[in-house]
């Protein structure tokens, strides 16, 4: 399996204000997708990272609040613009396939975000 | 479409006991399930998977699911709990082929285990 990185780990953030997070594998992937885990929730789905091209957003999140770049294969960041205390959640980066495991996401360690 | 139901929110268990967390699941064609294990503070970790042949799969930390078609589950079970094994445990489910490679996850399970 890879490594997968994220930055920050945590943050505490003010209202009104934007985050950037960053996600880094040390090898090549061919998907990159970001995930919101809400405090006692499931996860889920923001965004496919599409290298070259626009983020494909699952319904109800929108690029102007969540814009996604990822510039190469190994790297990607995720932006949650004008935050509110709603947005307060664990922002997780996952991968896959990776190498010859065609089948499994593979999860970054999250980012822990609180907004006050 | 594909679905996950984790039916127990929370699940107690005596260290030195054995363990099952549930899952079934619900999806258009053959399965690929997966066990993700995640750690306060943590990210989720991949624990196993089952893709296709025997319906026993054995994972990391001795942990072991069972795929069952009939009954569409596939539970998680380890025959002695360990307290470091507390944790949210989430299953997922995708459709084998020819359909999205991005899994449903359950809403996860909070294994308990007592000294």
């Known amino acids: 399996s890879a490594v997968i990185s994220q930055k920050p780990s945590r943050d505490i953030c003010q209202r009104g204000t934007s985050l950037t997070i960053q996600c880094q594998v040390d090898?090549?992937?061919?998907?990159m997708f970001w995930y919101r885990q809400q405090p006692g929730q499931s996860l889920t789905l923001i965004a496919t990272a599409n290298q070259g091209s626009e983020a494909t957003y699952e319904s109800g999140f929108v690029i102007d609040k969540f814009p996604i770049s990822r510039p190469n294969l190994t790297f990607s960041t995720l932006t949650v613009s004008n935050m509110s205390p709603e947005d307060s959640s664990i922002y997780l980066c996952?991968?896959?396939?990776?190498?010859?495991?065609?089948?499994?996401?593979?999860f970054g360690p999250g980012t822990r975000l609180t907004v006050l | 479409a594909q679905s996950v139901a984790q039916p127990e929110d929370q699940v107690n268990v005596a260290e030195g006991n054995p363990l099952t967390v549930k899952c079934t699941y619900s999806v258009s064609g053959n399965p690929y399930l997966f066990w993700y294990v995640q750690y306060p503070n943590r990210g989720l970790q991949f624990l196993l998977k089952y893709i296709t042949g025997d319906n026993l799969v054995k994972g990391s930390y001795g942990f072991e699911a069972e795929f069952n078609k009939s009954q569409t589950s596939f539970h998680l079970k380890k025959p002695s709990a360990l307290v470091s094994d507390s944790a949210l445990y989430f299953c997922a489910v995708r459709v084998a082929s020819g359909g999205s490679y991005i899994p449903t996850f359950g809403r996860g399970t909070s294994l308990i285990v007592h000294p």
């Open positions: 996952s991968v896959g396939p990776l190498g010859t495991d065609t089948d499994t996401q593979y």
């Open positions: 090898s090549q992937v061919t998907m």
